[in-house]
């Protein structure tokens, strides 16, 4: 059974630009929600799609927004990149449950450096 | 706001010489408490949840336990492949958790 796939492992930025993640979830996976880690404040929660909604949203800037396609996928997007948004990104779906909360299987990350 | 504050930022310990870790939260509606484990260069690995005060469970040499205000894992006879960077987290919605820092498990042999 696959993983959580995410794409490009590795990218390099400038100042300015923008950027797009990618991310497969398992396979019937139909919640895909996103992290940031950074050495400084650990993991933050970014949002949560299902089924093509967000369902939830984290306290980041405007900048930093994602959606979800029909077949679960998912990308995040990063505008007008800063310093500060080095970092590696987190991918994780889950099989959503009606009560409790959901077991995540997280993505090996895309490392984002800023110059 | 939700807090998960964790303890000790990092721990070294011998093989063999039992330890806990502690993670103290407060999360409105917790709906479980996680932990997951971290290797270097990858994403976090689930190991256990945790939905009521006084509940345990146990995997190989790792037993976690939680109290309305906080949760351990024990960690008993490790070996050198259990170290790793452990995270506690509580969940307040379906998917969305809050992250303590972690513990920088390092086990020598």
């Known amino acids: 059974k696959a993983g959580v796939t995410q794409t490009p492992r590795y990218l390099i930025k400038t100042r300015g630009q923008q950027v797009t993640l990618s991310c497969s979830p398992i396979s019937g996976h139909r919640s895909v929600s996103w992290y940031q880690q950074t050495p400084g404040q650990g993991l933050q929660f970014l949002f949560e799609?299902?089924?093509?909604?967000?369902?939830n949203k984290g306290n980041f800037p405007g900048r930093f927004s994602g959606r979800q396609f029909s077949n679960s996928r998912s990308e995040m997007n990063v505008s007008t990149l800063e310093l500060g948004d080095s970092a590696l990104y987190l991918c994780?779906?889950?099989?959503?449950?009606?009560?409790?909360?959901?077991?995540?299987?997280f993505g090996a990350g895309s490392r984002l450096t800023v110059l | 706001e939700d807090q998960v504050t964790q303890s000790p930022e990092a721990l070294r310990l011998q093989e063999g010489e039992s330890s806990s870790l502690n993670c103290s939260y407060t999360?409105?509606?917790?709906?479980?408490l996680f932990w997951y484990r971290q290797d270097p260069g990858k994403g976090p690995e689930f190991l256990f949840t945790l939905y009521s005060a006084g509940e345990e469970k146990e995997k190989e040499r790792l037993k976690a336990t939680l109290t309305k205000k906080e949760s351990f894992l024990h960690i008993t006879a490790p070996k050198p492949e259990d170290s790793a960077t452990y995270l506690c987290a509580g969940a307040s919605g379906y998917s969305t958790l809050t992250f303590g820092k972690g513990t920088m498990l390092l086990v020598s042999p």
């Open positions: 994780a779906s889950s099989l959503d449950t009606v009560s409790g909360a959901n077991v995540l299987t």
């Open positions: 799609y299902f089924s093509e909604t967000q369902r």
């Open positions: 999360v409105s509606g917790l709906r479980g």
